[in-house]
């Protein structure tokens, strides 16, 4: 989705000494869809190099309604797309046009731009249908944040997939509990889908330095306190942490991964370790030279674009 700036999360004290931060996303409306952002957030910007991370709906749309989030660019960063219900058409400036499907991963790395689109299909807005996923974006290190653009799609079948007793956790990511992603990452990362029976309990990883979760459907205990769907809890490194599914169960993302060595700035849907590289990019996309400068708009969807607004244009990269 298209970054912009929204009101900040909240981060109040959560009063238990497992949790570093409790982080509390604010709801925003797009017009009948919700969006939930968890990061960044005032006391937060990353967790491990996870630097952005929205719950899109649940949402359901009538005939004829949906998303439609026009070419954008990105530059230093890597975004997947991962969702429990609904698609997403996605199209981008290397000439990908790819479907994605509840389970499957969409992991497009800017590097030094890219440009892309998200729409739902125009046989999905033919029938009823319902939205509900996630959406992250990942700092690149700094020697990969100039790296060329690339893309890769993931089938269901081909995550692994963690089966304990109450437990089922799929791996998105990067490596946990012995198993690894076929994503190619530039940095140690893990990111899991883990869904939880009644009173189950799920140990973190603890060969991760940084580590999280956020609550997407039931609610989940953390020595002993209740916290329930669109809650993010940051943890303290080094700690052995556990948490147990409540009565109705429990889906949670588990996000985590080294830390980043170089501070990060983020303006609109640019990230770098350099204000002056979020300069150019904006100089750049309002340029809007699309055949000699450093952005194209996606072949099949070139005949609009989101510019650089004003008000946007008056704000300064926040890091």
């Avoid at 497009?108 to 299909?121: C, D, F, K, P, Y």
């Avoid at 029938?127 to 996923?133: A, D, I, N």
């Avoid at 769907?229 to 943890?235: D, E, K, P, T």
């Avoid at 556990?242 to 609109?268: C, D, F, H």
Wanted: hydrophobic share 35%; aromatic share 10%.
């Amino acid at each position: 989705m298209s970054w912009n700036p929204t009101q900040n999360p909240e981060c109040p004290l959560s009063g238990n000494s497992d949790i570093e931060t409790l982080i509390i996303p604010r709801a925003r409306d797009l017009g009948g869809f919700e969006v939930r952002r968890a990061l960044p957030s005032p006391e937060r910007q990353m967790v491990g190099p996870f630097i952005f991370f929205d719950q899109m709906g649940p949402a359901e749309f009538i005939t004829d309604g949906g998303i439609d989030v026009r070419p954008h660019p990105h530059i230093g960063l890597g975004t997947v797309t991962y969702l429990y219900q609904g698609e997403f058409e996605h199209r981008d400036s290397l000439g990908t046009h790819q479907m994605i499907y509840p389970g499957e991963v969409n992991w497009m790395v800017a590097g030094r731009g890219v440009t892309h689109s998200e729409r739902t299909s125009e046989e999905t807005r033919a029938t009823r249908h319902k939205l509900f996923g996630i959406q992250t974006w990942i700092a690149l290190p700094e020697d990969s944040e100039e790296m060329a653009p690339d893309f890769e799609h993931h089938k269901e079948a081909s995550l692994p997939v963690i089966d304990d007793a109450g437990v089922t956790a799929r791996l998105i990511l990067g490596s946990a509990y012995g198993e690894t992603s076929p994503v190619t990452m530039q940095s140690e990362t893990f990111y899991l889908d883990v869904v939880l029976e009644a009173g189950a309990p799920f140990p973190l990883p603890d060969n991760h330095e940084d580590r999280g979760v956020y609550v997407t459907e039931g609610s989940i205990e953390v020595a002993g306190d209740t916290f329930e769907a669109g809650r993010m809890m940051v943890f303290r490194p080094g700690d052995r942490i556990s948490v147990k599914a409540g009565p109705q169960g429990a889906r949670l993302m588990a996000l985590g991964g080294a830390t980043l060595n170089e501070k990060r700035y983020i303006w609109w849907n640019f990230v770098s370790s350099s204000k002056d590289r979020i300069e150019q990019a904006k100089e750049d996309w309002k340029a809007g030279d699309w055949q000699n400068g450093p952005f194209t708009l996606p072949p099949g969807d070139d005949a609009e674009f989101i510019p650089i607004t004003p008000e946007l244009d008056r704000t300064s990269p926040k890091g």
